[in-house]
């Protein structure tokens, strides 16, 4: 993702559809046409944002630990986070702390049409399971599955979660 990692950022804002954007022109540099779109936390907004923006490149949707809006409480710690981040001498990462720290897909969401699988456990603080229940009630015909005692790294910390997505790819194969 630009911005982050060792990847070249851009100097400035930095916003989802922009990422977006680069995950379309990486796809289409590829000549892959569609593509399951899978995205965990952070990762699942910007897969919400790219099956809003670019439909026609998507084949299915997996969301892990992921919501589609954010309230005033993680808002204020995203903003915390890119204000220790600047300060630090991170620019780039703070911008993409900002451009996560505000968004709301919902009425955009419903439009979404194909096959999605959300992921979350029921434990997860960063990104309560209310907020994959909501995705669930947007995306209609989605599955859901909530695994109880399970943190924020469902994949990692459940085997029943992994063996789930990985029966659920398997209509893709």
Do not use: C
């Amino acid at each position: 993702m630009r911005g982050m990692g060792e990847s070249e950022g851009t100097d400035g804002p930095i916003a989802l559809s922009d990422w977006a954007s680069d995950l379309s022109l990486l796809l289409t540099a590829l000549d892959i046409e569609t593509a399951i779109i899978a995205g965990h936390s952070m990762g699942g907004v910007i897969a919400q944002r790219f099956s809003i923006d670019h439909p026609e490149q998507v084949e299915a949707l997996l969301l892990v630990s992921t919501s589609s809006r954010v309230g005033p409480a993680a808002e204020e710690f995203w903003l915390k986070q890119a204000e220790e981040t600047e300060s630090g001498g991170g620019l780039r990462l703070a911008a993409a702390q900002r451009a996560v720290a505000s968004y709301n897909m919902d009425e955009q969401l419903v439009a979404v049409s194909v096959p999605t699988l959300i992921i979350v456990g029921d434990a997860d603080t960063r990104t309560p399971p209310g907020g994959s229940v909501i995705l669930s009630r947007l995306i209609e015909g989605s599955e859901l599955e909530i695994y109880p005692g399970i943190g924020h790294n469902s994949l990692r910390e459940e085997p029943k979660a992994v063996q789930r997505v990985d029966g659920w790819l398997s209509q893709f194969r």
